[in-house]
């Protein structure tokens, strides 16, 4: 292979669906990813950093999974004198829940129970890539395991609801929604789409395609789920959907359960218990539902922050429990022009199941993932970045032998805790070096030729200034500069400190 | 696959030769990272983030390189579907050098130059594994692409400095060492190894010899370079090491240059300048650690942290001009009890044709990168760890129907900036949730059963303090229980934060 290929050059590209992330790019999602582990660290969680790589077998690579049928991941087989065992397969993670799963199963004698634990790092996903769809992003989740007590949910909750403001996604800008999979069993067992007594599970499929109508709402309607729910539905492209065939009296249940949300959390409590009364199951999804909002409350998230609302799904089949989404309630403005809400940036519930694939023994566990992308893009939508991401002040280079002269201004405005540089290309075009500075948005260039040294002075062009006056002014205002200043050598850190605004 | 599988559990294991890092081992490495990231930042250097994967002809698999001419890397093929072109190999990075030559490459349209870069993150090897060998850890590099100046070679060396002591390696635990490879080719030159003006080489073997030889020194002794240098030798286990065959007086060239290094910087240049002056390559490389010299005294870099010294010669074929290397100079006991220095912790030169891979046009480019492991197990034994991976206060639960009180305990310490949480397991046996607290390493225990509750205190447990006594007392000292105390349970906050020495 080397040597036919010796030949051409290899090409320079980001394998299809990667991508590079650049200077600002990376410190305002880092600030963003600091400030939520700062919440879930005061919450007493600890982070835990998984390998990417795990075998196929623990990454369970197999699990159903409604919303992502076809989801694969990128797998190659080991080498043989490296495995453990004759061809292990191994694969780069597609999620951060799968790892913890295997964590807790591999780990379970030492680890402290409850273990509560947050992971933020990428994933990756064998999918064809699309506009905007990457194979590898961030993931940041923070999840209890071995707790099954409501509590563990209702922290969860208002953990979120603290992260969001602190990242800077104001009170009132955003709320988050709790459900329960209890309830919604119970719903399916009115309906005689659930049988916790039977054995086998005739009615799986039919579950199945209630849920996905439920999760189509927002999208379909009433109308459109009430297709869904009963005999099908042609959808724009004229495809056929296949229906749950349900009869009249139960889809009126079903549409009465997505519409149970009240003005109060207990009104929408009350409604909930009267629609799934003939459920055990679902009467204890209320009941959890209540322990949850009662415990928030006495803490302070009213409604205002956290509400009961039995629209929330959340496709993944693992829950088990309480589930819960964070949106945002600000409106933007989508592709077309059209203003809608920002919509859901986190998102997860309570799975019990998981770390039973391993030991055979539930283990209840409770998490959330917050969309890293989307909450980016929401704080950015919002101005709410909070990195710094200002470029360095500039030292120029007008006279190469006096190098080390310039090294020691930016080591003494770094010293003074101000990014700088020495322009560390070629000097001849002192044009090159100002457009430069500008590529970099520096915020201030330093300029000292022979004549500026021999007088003891250096000039400081604020380019921050410059900018601004070079798109307002006329040519004449231009070429007075008044962004260009001559202050004593002796003043170069407190006139640089001064033009930032750090002073 | 899925259905012959299906019987049994998969197992719980990290891949072989790959490992998860739970807690205080997430936070310390963070800690250091980001307060190396704090200093390239402020001289200037950008975030960079490349994708883990690139493809197989991108990461340049083929590259030459001496030190590791069996690494192999996590290769795949591309499914048909989703590659760009028919069966794309993609693999993961091993390293944070080939992805920045492929994005310096690939983006040199629009990226400033020069591009000042850092970089941090995972890469993957695809070796055998072995004791305390990872198939993935962590790389930490900052490299100057497009700048030919020497000056940014002195940067890259007053950075490391920098960075070592923001880390907290004090002055004189630490020095950077310097050295070119233009002067290493001054010797092959004068040794009759190395002849610019011939095409071909026929000399690549033995230099390779030669290069590997002196950078055993420290190991063999010079004697034992001595031997490797002329006809070979025959180490600890019988095994014949070819030499490179030089002659009496071409041998008597290279140990002068190992021998070259004197007090001072001036003298040490001097000596080298004798031993290559019938190279021009030679001499120019003198020049340039003059300059590099020069540049860092003037800015106060001195000889006690950066020196110029002909030993280094750093094992990658791809340096073209100065190299450097900081060693730790404080002393730590080996496995056997012995007193040793520390060693090298970080390393790195120019290399100016990485780029050209792609371009076919030279790009002058310089960097360092850091042992990220090395240099944390160097903290640890100096003990100067950063992060603070004290656990939460632990508030138990003495009264599974008062949840909502003992959450408002959590959320009224956490308002006040202090890490806590409530017990969340089983609360049956109060023992669980004392060790539980033990295993968190929790400093502080809350307990308020219905008895104090009644009487509006709380009893806080200084789990710290009760350790030590648990340490050192005797069983009546134990009784007493002194580490316990009764505080007014609207006093919680300022009396926790009083044991924790924060107040």
Known sequence: MASDKQARRPRAETPKGFRDYFGAEVSERKAMLDAIAAVYHRYGFDPLETSAVETVEALGKFLPDVERPNAGVFAWREDEEAASRDGDWLALRYDLTAPLARVAAQYRGDLPSPYRRYAMGPVWRNEKPGPGRFRQFYQCDA????????????????????????????????????NNRKVLNGVMEVIGLWDPATTGDPFAERRGIVMRAIDKLDRLGEDGVRYLLGDGRHDESGDFARGASLGLAEIQTVLAFLDARRDTNAATLDRLRTIVIASPTGLEGVSELES???????????????????????????YTGPVFEAELTFEI?????????????????????????????SVPATGVSIGVDRLLAALQAKGRMQADTRGPVVVTVM???RMADYQMMATELRRAGIRAEVYLGNPKTFGNQLKYADKRKSPVAVIEGADEAARGVVLLKDLALGARIAAAASHEEWKSQPAQTEVARADLVAEVRRLLGTA
């Open 143 to 178: 999840d209890t395991v071995g707790s099954g007590s409501v509590a563990a949910d209702a922290e969860i909750c208002a953990m979120l609801a603290d992260a969001l403001e602190e990242v800077g996604i104001p009170r009132g800008d955003y709320v988050v929604r709790v």
């Open 292 to 318: 949850i909002a009662r415990l928030l409350a006495a803490q302070g998230y009213g409604p205002d922050r956290i509400v009961i609302d039995p629209s929330v799904v959340r496709g993944l089949g693992y």
């Open 333 to 361: 403005t989508d592709d077309k022009g059209r203003p809608r809400q920002f919509g859901s940036v986190a998102g997860g519930g309570r799975y019990d199941d998981l770390v039973k694939r391993f030991t055979g023994q």
């Open 399 to 401: 006279d190469r032998d």
